[in-house]
C-alpha cells in the first residue's frame, strides 16, 4: 500500500460567487465522501485549511527564525484541505480523487509520498 496526498487547490473568485446553500451542499457532499472512504479503509487523514492569508512562513535557516505574513507561494490558487489516503496503486487514488473533486466540487492534485527509507 501506498499513501496519496489528495490536495484541493483553488483561489478565492472560484468560491466568491457560491451561494451558502450551495457551500452547505459541498460540505455535506464531502462528508459523504470522507464517510465513504473512512469505510473503505483507506481514511489517514484530511482537513480542511483557514484561508491563506492567515499562514505565516517561517524561515529559520539563518542564525534568528524570520516570520512574515501570509501565504510562501505569490499565486492566485491556493491549497484549501486535503486528504491523506492509503492505497495500492495510482489507478486507485487517481478514482478516490474524482469522487473527492465532485464532492469540493474543485480540483484535485494527486501525489504519492515518498517511501520510508530501508
Not at 40 to 54: D, K, Q, R, S, Y
Not at 67 to 86: A, N, Q, S, V
Not at 91 to 100: F, K, Q, S, Y
Request: net charge negative; proline share 5%.
Amino acid at each position: 500500500m501506498t499513501q496519496y496526498l489528495l490536495s484541493v487547490h483553488g483561489s478565492e473568485d472560484d468560491y466568491a460567487e457560491i451561494t451558502p446553500e450551495t457551500m452547505q451542499e459541498m460540505f455535506a457532499a464531502v462528508d459523504a465522501f470522507n464517510d465513504k472512504v473512512r469505510e473503505a479503509g483507506i481514511w489517514v487523514f484530511a482537513g480542511g485549511l483557514e484561508p491563506a492569508e492567515t499562514a505565516t512562513v517561517v524561515d529559520g535557516q539563518g542564525e534568528t527564525p524570520v516570520m512574515t505574513d501570509g501565504p510562501y507561494l505569490e499565486t492566485k490558487e491556493h491549497l484549501g484541505g486535503f486528504w491523506i489516503i492509503d492505497v495500492r496503486d495510482l489507478d486507485e487514488a487517481l478514482r478516490w480523487a474524482a469522487e473527492g473533486s465532485k464532492a469540493c466540487q474543485g480540483k484535485v492534485e494527486v501525489r504519492p509520498f515518498q517511501a520510508e527509507p530501508a
